[in-house]
């Protein structure tokens, strides 16, 4: 078979136009083999597009998704109770005055109960620790609670009357933000007035300035940082005294109890706002 040189085949063959010859294999019959030239193109432009696509994945972002963290919770700010605060307070008061001959007067013993308008002002400190709020508190109050009776039953009338009523008291509360709920309790201070108006002439006692104690509970209420409001109940007991009229000389022991209920509106000279987060 005639041998046909690689030159004048790839000028007949224009298909295989620019092929690469390959040295002889040993044990055939063909000195020269031909791979096609295009083949080598496709293979090597397949393998650059290969490695340049793996160094452009490389060099793009990783589209995985990121970790996301939760937000903190907002921070919770409590209103702060510490420090020094004024105020006026106003309401009803009610008592019970019972009088009891001592001998050696005789008379079956009587009550001249009276109630009235109560108000005045107080000022105090409290001081926050947590939710527990710890103060002190002092109150100036005018009193108009008057009581009249027929005295043991007689003709004559009896009368107890108020003239102002007083007190300083340790506080103890728990905070809820803005609502301070809270327990009182002290010494308080009072002055009464015994009398026999009718018939004349006029028969007055003295044991009018007595010293006792209360209790109480009550709310406080901060509208603003600075405006409280608020709603007190107390208790007063002002144990007993005895004393001698005059002109009359009649012996008579008295004891009185009181209670009141009052509104508050005071004013805290520091701000309300406190950097402690609430706790409830």
């Not at 060099?59 to 409590?78: G, I, K, Q, T």
């Not at 007190?167 to 009072?190: E, H, K, M, N, S």
């Given at each position: 078979m005639r041998r046909i040189h690689s030159a004048t085949f790839m000028r007949v063959n224009p298909i295989f136009h620019g092929v690469a010859d390959i040295a002889d294999m040993p044990g055939h019959g063909c000195s020269r083999k031909v791979v096609p030239m295009r083949s080598i193109l496709l293979l090597s432009a397949a393998a650059s597009a290969l490695v340049a696509g793996s160094a452009v994945a490389a060099?793009?972002?990783?589209?995985?998704?990121?970790?996301?963290?939760?937000?903190?919770?907002?921070?919770?700010?409590?209103y702060d109770w510490s420090g020094f605060y004024a105020g006026l307070n106003a309401g009803y008061a009610w008592n019970t005055s019972r009088w009891t001959a001592v001998a050696p007067t005789v008379f079956t013993a009587f009550n001249t109960d009276g109630d009235g308008f109560v108000g005045g002002g107080f000022a105090g400190f409290n001081w926050q620790m947590n939710q527990f709020v710890l103060g002190l508190e002092g109150q100036l109050k005018y009193a108009g609670t008057r009581g009249t009776a027929l005295c043991a039953g007689g003709p004559a009338t009896c009368r107890t009357s108020q003239?102002?009523?007083?007190?300083?008291?340790?506080?103890?509360?728990?905070?809820?933000?803005?609502?301070?709920?809270?327990?009182?309790?002290?010494?308080?201070?009072?002055?009464?007035?015994?009398?026999?108006?009718?018939?004349?002439?006029?028969?007055?006692?003295?044991?009018?300035?007595?010293?006792g104690w209360t209790v109480g509970a009550g709310i406080d209420f901060a509208v603003t940082n600075n405006w409280v409001a608020g709603?007190?109940?107390?208790?007063?007991?002002?144990?007993?005294?005895?004393?001698?009229?005059?002109?009359?000389?009649?012996?008579?022991?008295?004891?009185?109890?009181?209670?009141?209920?009052?509104?508050?509106?005071?004013?805290?000279?520091?701000?309300?706002?406190?950097?402690?987060?609430?706790?409830?």
């Open positions: 060099d793009l972002p990783n589209r995985s998704a990121a970790p996301v963290f939760a937000e903190p919770a907002p921070r919770v700010v409590a003239e102002w009523l007083g007190d300083i008291d340790v506080r103890a509360g728990f905070a809820a933000d803005r609502a301070l709920i809270f327990a009182t309790g002290g010494v308080a201070f009072t002055n009464y007035k015994f009398t026999n108006p009718t018939p004349a002439p006029v028969t007055t006692w003295g044991a009018g300035s007595r010293t709603l007190e109940y107390k208790y007063y007991d002002f144990g007993s005294a005895t004393s001698n009229s005059t002109p009359a000389g009649t012996n008579v022991r008295f004891k009185e109890t009181e209670s009141s209920i009052m509104g508050r509106l005071s004013y805290k000279f520091s701000s309300g706002a406190s950097p402690i987060a609430a706790r409830f």
